[in-house]
């Protein structure tokens, strides 16, 4: 059942209501993340982002270090929909990202989370 979110065309992936009523272990989706494959990482961090749960927010964290400027502007921009609290410490050390991209994403998934 994974699968289709990993590897799926964005438009296809499942809504955030759908995710949340899909009896999956969490834990797929969170190795995903790390893979070594580059395209599951990104896939996997996308679609960790549009569960939007709490505890997603250190995963997404977690991701903001990736080596690969598309994870970790994905965990950006899953941090910055979610507009929780919680994910101001890692959206602020993402303004000091070394890529300007992640860094305009940062500042307005900040200025979201304080629309809160």
Do not use: F, Y
Not at 69 to 84: H, I, N, Y
Not at 87 to 110: H, K, Q, S, W, Y
């Amino acid at each position: 059942m994974i699968a289709p979110i990993l590897i799926g065309s964005p438009n296809l992936w499942p809504t955030r209501k759908a995710l949340r009523r899909m009896s999956i272990s969490s834990r797929p989706r969170l190795r995903a993340t790390t893979a070594p494959d580059l395209e599951l990482r990104r896939n996997a961090t996308k679609a960790l982002a549009h569960i939007g749960d709490l505890a997603t927010v250190q995963a997404l964290a977690d991701r903001l270090g990736d080596d690969d400027k598309e994870v970790r502007l994905a965990a950006v921009e899953g941090l910055g929909e979610m507009k929780v609290a919680a994910a101001i410490p890692g959206l602020t050390r993402a303004l000091n990202d070394r890529d300007p991209e992640v860094r305009r994403a940062a500042a307005e998934a900040l200025g979201k989370t304080q629309e809160n």
